[in-house]
C-alpha cells in the first residue's frame, strides 16, 4: 500500500465550479498535512496546510482533514484556469525525522472555459 | 526573506559523465535541506537529507551522492550518469514542518 494515494486525474472541471481533489495516508499518526501545487515545468509550491481535524479555509481554497478516515481534501471554489495545474498531497508521519514528508504521485486538474 | 537557488536549471549530459549539482539558501541558518528527484508524469522521491553541516542520510540506494560542505550549501554529484538519471531534481529546505522548494534542474541523460 502506497503512504499517500491520490487519484492521478486528469480531473476535468468547468470554470467557476468546485474542484475537488482527495487523498489518503496510511500512517494514522501523521501529525502535518500539505498541498502543494505545481504548473507544468515548475517545481512544486506549498500552498495549504492542515493540522487539526475540520476544515481550514484560505481565500478561494479550502482544505479537510478526518484524521479518523486518514483523509485529506482540497477544495477550490470559482475554479480559474490558471488553477490548471498537479496537485501534490502530503503527509509529515509520525515516525518521520527531520520533517520529511511523504508525497502522493499528484493529481492532474484542468480547468475548462 | 528565505530564498533557494539551484544550477544549473538545465543539464544535458551523456551516459558515463559525471554531476554536480548545487543548492543553496539565503535568509536562514542551520536548515534542513533535501534532494528530490521527480521523473516524468512521476511525484517526488526523496534522495537526501541532511540536518547539518557533513550530515548526509540517503533514502534509497543508487549511484549519486550528496555533500554538505556549508551550512546552506548542498550538493548532489555522481561519478557516472545512468540513462535512469534523467528527471527533474529540486531541492528543499525546512521550517518545520514545512518544506519549501528551489525552481529545480532539469537533467537529461543522452
Known amino acids: 500500500q502506497k503512504e499517500v494515494e491520490q487519484n492521478s486525474g486528469p480531473l476535468s472541471v468547468p470554470e467557476g465550479a468546485i474542484a475537488s481533489l482527495n487523498c489518503t495516508y496510511s500512517d494514522r499518526g501523521s501529525q502535518s498535512f500539505f498541498w502543494y501545487r505545481q504548473y507544468s515545468g515548475k517545481s512544486p509550491e506549498l500552498i495549504m496546510f492542515?493540522?487539526?481535524?475540520g476544515d481550514k479555509e484560505d481565500g478561494r481554497f479550502t482544505a479537510q482533514l478526518n484524521k479518523a478516515s486518514q483523509y485529506v481534501s482540497l477544495l477550490i471554489r470559482d475554479s480559474q484556469p490558471s488553477d490548471s495545474a498537479t496537485y501534490l498531497c502530503a503527509v509529515n508521519p509520525e515516525y518521520s525525522s527531520a520533517s520529511k514528508i511523504i508525497f502522493g504521485s499528484g493529481t492532474r486538474l484542468s480547468i475548462r472555459p | 526573506s528565505q530564498t533557494i537557488h539551484q544550477w544549473p536549471a538545465t543539464l544535458v549530459q551523456p551516459v558515463g559523465s559525471p554531476l554536480s549539482l548545487e543548492c543553496t539558501v539565503e535568509?536562514?541558518?542551520?536548515?534542513?535541506l533535501y534532494w528530490y528527484r521527480q521523473a516524468a508524469g512521476r511525484g517526488l522521491q526523496l534522495l537526501f537529507y541532511?540536518?547539518?553541516?557533513?550530515?548526509i542520510s540517503s533514502e534509497v540506494p543508487q549511484n549519486l551522492s550528496a555533500s554538505r560542505p556549508q551550512d546552506r550549501q548542498f550538493i548532489l554529484s555522481s561519478k557516472k550518469l545512468l540513462l535512469s538519471d534523467s528527471g527533474f531534481y529540486l531541492c528543499?529546505?525546512?521550517?518545520?514542518?514545512?518544506?519549501?522548494f528551489g525552481p529545480g534542474t532539469r537533467l537529461t541523460v543522452l
Open positions: 541532511s540536518v547539518g553541516i557533513g550530515q
Open positions: 492542515i493540522y487539526s481535524n
Open positions: 528543499a529546505w525546512s521550517e518545520r514542518p514545512h518544506q519549501f
Open positions: 535568509g536562514t541558518s542551520n536548515p534542513n
